[in-house]
């Protein structure tokens, strides 16, 4: 998963949480009086009081000094991506925005309508998109040399007590499957899996497979695949241990049909540290919000923040 597929997921979520809770809230009329100013922009007595119905739309009891320093730290975000002249175009944030919409089952007609219902200001939503947004980009222009390496996943994994995988066992597999057509009956399905189970119990090697497939109707036998170990679900690990070679996995019902794999041979490997997505991404994600982190606690150092009302 690259940085920006990752900011991307996380910004996108957070933006539908966002509008979901924004869309089930009316708003009481708040004066705007200012409760703090960063580098000369207010942040409003309306802002904080909106942004607490937000969290408790979602769930949360956020104090309102907790929801002034959030304030403050997105005023500080925004500023910085300014600075850097980034400013999404009307087309990102309309998909943006769309994205949004998709996520909450509406159409953007359908979206705008439910919000402005609920004394949303679209406007105002589209804003605070579009700053999200700017930070992100912000934060993917300048974080290409933040990369996790095979030596951090290896740290990780000792500091952790894992085991690291030296060796891994690479699968050729053959795969067959049992069509079963979207209307058929729980008898046709039956029959279907008995099927199945009557070719795995005739296969004894990966050769056979074609000709006695060809024996039953409807089926399909994919080419030979490779498949390491460390790149499978820890239940088909060890289902696939426990198999020997010629044999074929018990049938499985999926969206193809029914599915049987045949095992044809297995050999040792070594073991691609690099594949465990999971920690990588895990791993990612924390450098970043540090970087984050870093970025804006030097943004503060040279920053005036007033805060005129925290009560």
């Not at 049987?260 to 490997?269: K, L, N, P, S």
């Not at 606690?297 to 009302?309: A, E, W």
């Amino acid at each position: 998963m690259t940085h920006k597929t990752l900011i991307n997921r996380t910004t996108l979520f957070g933006l539908a949480a966002l509008a979901f809770a924004l869309a089930m809230l009316n708003p009481a009329p708040v004066r705007a009086q200012v409760a703090a100013i960063v580098n000369g922009e207010p942040i409003t007595i309306l802002d904080i009081s909106e942004r607490q119905k937000l969290h408790r739309g979602g769930g949360k009891n956020v104090s309102r000094k907790e929801v002034l320093e959030e304030l403050i730290e997105f005023k500080l975000k925004l500023q910085i991506a300014q600075r850097a002249s980034i400013t999404p175009t009307d087309a990102e944030v309309n998909r943006a925005f769309a994205s949004m919409a998709q996520r909450s089952g509406r159409s953007v007609a359908q979206f705008e309508q439910a919000l402005a219902q609920s004394g949303v200001d679209v406007a105002r939503l589209r804003a605070r998109v579009k700053s999200d947004l700017a930070w992100q980009q912000y934060v993917q222009a300048n974080a290409g040399n933040i990369i996790v390496r095979d030596a951090d996943l290896v740290a990780a994994m000792n500091a952790r007590g894992q085991n690291m995988l030296l060796k891994s066992t690479q699968y050729t597999m053959r795969q067959v499957i049992f069509v079963v057509r979207r209307n058929a009956t729980d008898g046709q399905k039956q029959s279907r899996l008995k099927e199945a189970e009557a070719l795995r119990s005739r296969i004894t090697s990966c050769e056979q497979v074609p000709e006695v497939a060809r024996q039953f109707t409807e089926v399909v036998v994919k080419p030979p695949i490779r498949r390491v170990s460390s790149d499978l679900a820890p239940a088909l690990q060890k289902l696939l241990e426990s198999l020997p070679d010629g044999r074929m996995t018990p049938p499985e019902v999926t969206a193809n049909g029914i599915e049987v794999v045949a095992i044809c041979d297995r050999r040792e490997v070594p073991a691609d540290i690099s594949s465990n997505r999971e920690l990588r991404n895990e791993l990612l994600g924390q450098r970043l919000q540090a970087y984050e982190k870093r970025i804006l606690d030097k943004m503060r150092q040279t920053s005036i923040i007033q805060i005129l009302s925290d009560q």
